[in-house]
C-alpha cells in the first residue's frame, strides 16, 4: 500500500510546482505597512493593486478606532461557543437586523467565512431530489459547495441565457419525471476575475417560465453597485427576485464574515440547520461590532463609493485610451487582458514591481487557458490620481517590453524569499 503523503511530495500541484522560485514572491507575498495605495514590498514602496478594499475603510481612523474599542471591551473571545448553544448576543442579532434592511430583505444570517457560508447553505437547502443549475465560471466555494450536494446539478456557459434556458429545460424535465424536488439556481453579482455582472435581471425575468428559486453571491457587489450600496440586485432593479442574497465581509467591508439575507422563513429554517454555524464558533465581538460600524459608514457615508467609482472609471478609461483590452468589466474590478506564457507573464510582474512600483495580482495558467495572461487591478476610494497616472505609465512602458520579446525567459525568475 501506498503511503498517502507519497503523491504529495512528487506532485506539489499546478502552482505548488513553481512555489521553490515564487514563494514569498510571485505566491505568499508579504505587504507591509498600513492598509492604502501604497504599502511597502520587501522594503520598497508600491502602488497596491490587489486589495479588495473596495471603499478605503480597512484603515480609516473610525473603522480603526472602532475595532479597537471592541477589543479592548471584549477580548477575541467573547462570546464563547456556538450560536445556538452559548454563543449569542444582542449585538449579533442587530447586525443580522441591519444587514437585511440594508439589502431590503426581512431577515439575515451571520456567518464566520463567505466560504464555509455558502457552502453550508447549499447544503442545508439543497435534497437529494433538487437541482443546482449554476453558472460555469463560479467562485470555487459554489463550486465546493456543489460537491455537498446529492443530487443533480447543471452547469451553464458563462451569463448564457440560451444555455442557461438549455439547463432550466433538462432540470424541470427531470423534476417531472422525479416527481420530487426544486430547482436551486446559483450565480454571481459580480465575476471578480473578469469584474462582468451576473446576468440578474435576465435570470430573475425567466422566473415566470420555470420554477425556480435564485441565490446570489455578490461578494464584489456589496458595499459598491447600486444606488444605497446594496449591491448588483440593486443595480440591476431586481433585488425583489433575488431570494437568496449573499455577501461576504472581506471585501467593501474589510473585515470577516459573511451573510446571507431573504424571506424569514427560511432564513430561520437555514439558521436551525445551517451546519457550519451550528458547529462552529460564534463570530468574535470586535467583528461584530466592527461590521455594525462598517455598515454604518456604508449607509452614511455614499461619497466613498463615489470615489471608489470616479478612481474606477479614471483607470479604466487611461487603460482603453492606451489600447489596454479590459474585457467586459462594467464594475470597479478592472482586468488587463495581454498575450505571453508564464515565465513571461513572471518577468513582467518582476519589472513591474521592481522598477516600476506597481503591485498587483496575475492570474495565469492553469487558473486561465496557457498563453493568456491576467492582470487584475482593483481600484479602491483610497487610490489617487497619482496613483492612477503612475500606473498607466508603468503598464504602457511594460506592454511595451512585451510585445517586444523583453521578457522571453526560460524559467521563472527565481525570487522565492530565502531564509
Ligand atoms: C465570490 C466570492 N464568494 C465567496 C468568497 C469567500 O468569502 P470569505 O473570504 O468570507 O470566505 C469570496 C472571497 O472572499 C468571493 O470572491
Not at 473578469?194 to 456589496?222: C, N, P, S, T
Not at 461584530?288 to 463609493?305: A, D, F, H, S, Y
Not at 512600483?357 to 487557458?369: G, H, L, R
Request: net charge neutral; aromatic share 8%.
Amino acid at each position: 500500500m501506498a503511503d498517502i503523503f507519497e503523491k504529495l511530495l512528487k506532485n506539489a500541484g499546478p502552482l505548488g510546482q513553481h512555489r521553490e522560485r515564487a514563494h514569498g514572491y510571485f505566491a505568499f507575498p508579504k505587504l507591509e505597512g498600513e492598509i492604502g495605495s501604497r504599502m511597502k514590498f520587501r522594503g520598497k514602496d508600491m502602488i497596491v493593486w490587489s486589495l479588495n478594499n473596495y471603499l478605503g475603510l480597512a484603515n480609516h481612523p473610525e473603522i480603526r478606532k472602532a475595532d479597537a474599542d471592541a477589543a479592548a471591551a471584549y477580548g477575541l473571545a467573547s462570546p464563547m461557543g456556538a450560536r445556538m448553544m452559548s454563543g449569542n448576543t444582542d449585538q449579533h442579532e442587530q447586525l443580522e437586523s441591519e444587514l437585511a434592511s440594508f439589502v431590503f430583505k426581512q431577515d439575515s444570517i451571520l456567518m464566520n467565512f463567505g466560504y464555509q457560508g455558502i457552502m453550508s447553505t447549499i447544503d442545508a437547502i439543497c435534497g437529494r431530489h433538487d437541482i443546482i443549475v449554476y453558472d460555469a465560471e463560479s467562485h470555487a466555494c459554489i463550486i465546493d459547495g456543489l460537491r455537498l450536494h446529492p443530487g443533480h446539478r447543471y452547469v451553464f456557459k458563462h451569463n448564457d441565457l440560451e444555455d442557461f434556458e438549455k439547463q432550466m429545460q433538462r432540470a424541470t424535465a427531470l423534476i417531472e419525471k422525479q416527481k420530487a424536488g426544486g430547482i436551486l439556481v446559483i450565480t454571481e453579482g459580480v465575476f471578480g476575475m473578469a469584474g462582468d455582472q451576473g446576468k440578474l435581471k435576465e435570470i430573475a425575468a425567466l422566473k415566470g417560465k420555470y420554477d425556480f428559486r435564485l441565490l446570489v453571491d455578490d461578494a464584489h457587489g456589496f458595499g459598491t453597485l447600486g444606488k444605497t450600496g446594496a449591491g448588483a440586485g440593486e443595480a440591476q432593479g431586481c433585488q425583489d427576485d433575488i431570494d437568496l442574497y449573499f455577501s461576504t465581509f472581506a471585501k467593501s467591508m474589510a473585515s470577516i464574515g459573511a451573510f446571507l439575507a431573504g424571506d424569514k422563513a427560511i432564513i430561520d429554517f437555514i439558521r436551525y440547520n445551517i451546519r457550519s454555524q451550528i458547529f462552529a464558533k460564534s463570530l468574535p465581538m470586535p467583528l461584530v461590532i466592527g461590521n455594525l460600524k462598517r455598515l454604518e459608514m456604508l449607509r452614511t457615508m455614499p461619497e466613498l463609493k463615489e470615489k471608489l467609482w470616479s478612481n474606477a472609471l479614471k483607470l479604466q478609461a487611461g487603460l482603453k485610451e492606451r489600447g489596454f483590452d479590459i474585457g467586459k468589466t462594467d464594475t470597479p474590478v478592472t482586468p488587463v487582458y495581454m498575450i505571453g506564457g508564464v515565465e513571461e507573464a513572471t518577468a513582467m510582474v518582476m519589472d513591474l514591481r521592481e522598477n516600476y512600483k506597481i503591485f498587483c495580482s496575475i492570474v495565469i495558467y492553469p487558473v486561465i487557458p496557457k498563453g493568456h495572461i491576467i492582470y487584475r487591478l482593483i481600484p479602491t476610494a483610497a487610490h489617487t490620481d497619482a496613483d492612477i497616472q503612475e500606473t498607466l505609465i508603468a503598464f504602457t512602458e511594460t506592454k511595451a517590453k512585451l510585445d517586444a520579446g523583453a521578457y522571453k525567459v526560460e524559467a521563472i525568475p527565481d525570487m522565492a524569499e530565502k531564509k
